[in-house]
């Protein structure tokens, strides 16, 4: 077991700036998404700490000790990647033994007297029998030890390639966008085992995803990542709760925050519409601002001391346990969109005029430069 640091990484692709002075500290034992829109990044930062890619600058430490000069089979991390990289023509018992025959072969080659087993012999394969017997068991494809990866789902192609990391008991595992071959159904189950797979071996996981549900539910801190950057890190909620910036907030949450032009007055009053109100920027510097507000902060009709808007019901969306409601508020550029239960949404009925309110602690302020403000 290990943590795993990246200090100020830096690497470039030609000239296409692709991670730019990234430090992040991964603790031990920890389960830590990078999250993030297609090319921030994610994938190279990982192939880094994984020794398949080499920064331009920057060092990374697994186990507190500076791996930059280690070969990637030398790091003892387990890479497991989106496209399971299953050798065809394997069994997959084959498959799962590989790290382990491979390792003990080149090792045998260095030193062939010296180890726990002489390489080849029956006691060495009764050990490597033994361990794949043991993860797959653990993974529920013991069954499937004779098949080719051909023969198996996508589902039981994906344990697999799990199998086949935890066999040799890495100090951790990196994973790569490991469900996004999975269907939507599977993709859920698939959560709820790598999340219950982490907490059984307690190992450290760093798992890379564009999908902002698979790094809400899976992981003990996400780190967003955008353009070569990383935004902001913390406990999932937190995240959600406190975006440090206007682009954190847009990435996570769905649907997306609903976010209105606003302005933070000299008189602490904050401007929406040609309309002020006071106790909702106590403190935030005076300017050009975004208001924040996620769909289910919205109530629908007056609030007490509740900041609202009146609009027009354009679009209603019954998705069974929510309703998503649309309303079209006249100066705001798209409609503004508010979850609520299905029982009161039936009641909005396109057309209809609705009052929109919210109180002020679930309004984020956002300065001119789309940092978070502190109110
Ligand atoms: P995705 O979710 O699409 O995999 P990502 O966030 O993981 O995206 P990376 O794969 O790290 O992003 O790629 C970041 C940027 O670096 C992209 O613009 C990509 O085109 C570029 N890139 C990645 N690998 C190489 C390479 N070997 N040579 C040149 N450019 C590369």
């Excluded at 206007?246 to 904050?270: H, K, M, Q, Y």
Aim: charged content about 20%; glycine content about 10%.
């Amino acid at each position: 077991m290990a943590g795993i640091t990246a200090h100020e990484v830096t690497k470039s692709f030609g000239d296409t700036p692709v991670l730019d002075r990234v430090s992040v500290d991964i603790r031990d034992g920890e389960f830590l998404t990078l999250v993030g829109p297609s090319g921030c990044g994610k994938t190279t930062l990982l192939r880094i700490i994984a020794g398949l890619e080499s920064q331009d600058s920057g060092d990374v430490a697994i186990g507190g000790v500076n791996v930059d000069t280690l070969r990637p089979k030398d790091r003892d991390v387990a890479m497991v990647f989106q496209s399971y990289a299953l050798y065809p023509y394997m069994t997959v018992a084959q498959n799962v033994a590989l790290p382990l025959t491979m390792r003990r072969m080149s090792f045998a080659q260095r030193l062939p007297l010296v180890g726990r087993f002489v390489p080849g012999s029956r006691q060495a394969r009764a050990g490597i029998d033994a361990d794949v017997a043991a993860v797959s068991e653990a993974l529920g494809i013991k069954h499937l030890g004779g098949r080719r990866p051909a023969q198996l789902s996508g589902g039981q192609r994906q344990r697999v390639a799990l199998a086949r990391a935890m066999v040799r008991n890495p100090k951790a595992f990196l994973m790569d966008e490991p469900l996004s071959n999975l269907d939507a159904k599977l993709r859920v189950q698939a959560r709820a085992e790598i999340a219950e797979l982490h907490r059984k071996l307690g190992t450290t996981f760093v798992y890379v995803t564009h999908d902002q549900v698979e790094a809400m539910t899976m992981s003990d801190r996400v780190a967003v990542m955008l353009g070569g950057k990383l935004l902001q890190i913390g406990p999932p909620q937190q995240i959600y709760d406190s975006p440090a910036t206007l682009e954190v907030a847009r990435f996570v949450g769905t649907p997306e925050i609903n976010l209105l032009p606003a302005r933070v007055r000299d008189d602490n009053s904050l401007e929406i519409f040609g309309h002020r109100w006071f106790g909702f920027a106590e403190g935030a510097a005076a300017g050009e601002a975004t208001i924040g507000i996620r769909p289910e902060s919205w109530s629908i009709g007056g609030g007490h001391r509740a900041l609202s808007l009146t609009g027009v019901v354009q679009h209603r969306e019954m998705l069974g346990s929510e309703t998503l409601v649309h309303v079209r508020v006249a100066e705001a550029a798209k409609p503004i969109i508010a979850r609520v239960d299905p029982r009161t949404g039936a009641g909005f009925v396109i057309g209809a005029s609705v009052t929109l309110s919210v109180e002020s602690e679930h309004i984020l302020i956002f300065d001119r430069d789309g940092k978070r403000l502190a109110v």
